[in-house]
């Protein structure tokens, strides 16, 4: 009964910007961390960024300096800012939450279906 939505994805040539966001819908008390991963053709799905309800937050060494990771617990709402993008960047974007469907109860993972981003040379 989550669901996770991603949007701003698209291409860009490198050194360019983007602002990825996802929102979060359904039966919610409480989302705990949250965090965006990438997937490229015939590779593993990676970490970029995570961020805690209270806003702590963790990078991928790849991405340090270049990508922010922000919420808006009121929208139930994640963000990626990312900037100066190499075509290395290039994968499908993924959002990931930590939900609490009720007080008390136990966390649940959920993805969002991912938005493509394209780095060209």
Same mark, same amino acid.
């Given at each position: 009964?989550?669901?996770? @939505?991603?949007?701003?994805?698209?291409? @860009?040539?490198?050194? !360019?910007? $983007?602002? $990825? +966001? /996802?929102?979060?819908? !359904?039966?919610?008390?409480?989302?705990?961390?949250?965090?965006? *991963?990438?997937?490229?053709?015939?590779?593993?799905?990676? $970490?970029?960024?995570?961020?805690? +309800?209270?806003? +702590? =937050?963790?990078?991928?060494?790849?991405?340090?300096?270049?990508? =922010?990771? %922000?919420?808006?617990?009121?929208?139930?709402?994640?963000?990626?800012?990312?900037?100066?993008?190499?075509?290395?960047? +290039?994968?499908? *974007?993924? /959002?990931?939450?930590?939900?609490?469907? !009720?007080? !008390? %109860?136990?966390?649940?993972?959920?993805?969002?279906?991912?938005?493509?981003? =394209?780095?060209?040379?």
């Amino acid at each position: 009964q989550v669901q996770l @939505v991603e949007s701003g994805g698209g291409s @860009v040539q490198a050194g !360019g910007s $983007l602002r $990825l +966001s /996802c929102v979060a819908s !359904g039966t919610i008390f409480r989302i705990n961390d949250m965090g965006w *991963y990438r997937q490229a053709p015939g590779k593993r799905r990676e $970490l970029v960024a995570e961020i805690t +309800s209270d806003g +702590s =937050t963790n990078y991928a060494d790849s991405v340090k300096g270049r990508f =922010t990771i %922000s919420r808006e617990n009121a929208k139930k709402m994640v963000y990626l800012q990312m900037k100066n993008l190499s075509p290395d960047d +290039s994968a499908r *974007y993924y /959002c990931r939450a930590g939900v609490i469907a !009720g007080e !008390g %109860s136990n966390e649940f993972f959920y993805w969002g279906q991912g938005t493509q981003v =394209t780095v060209s040379s």
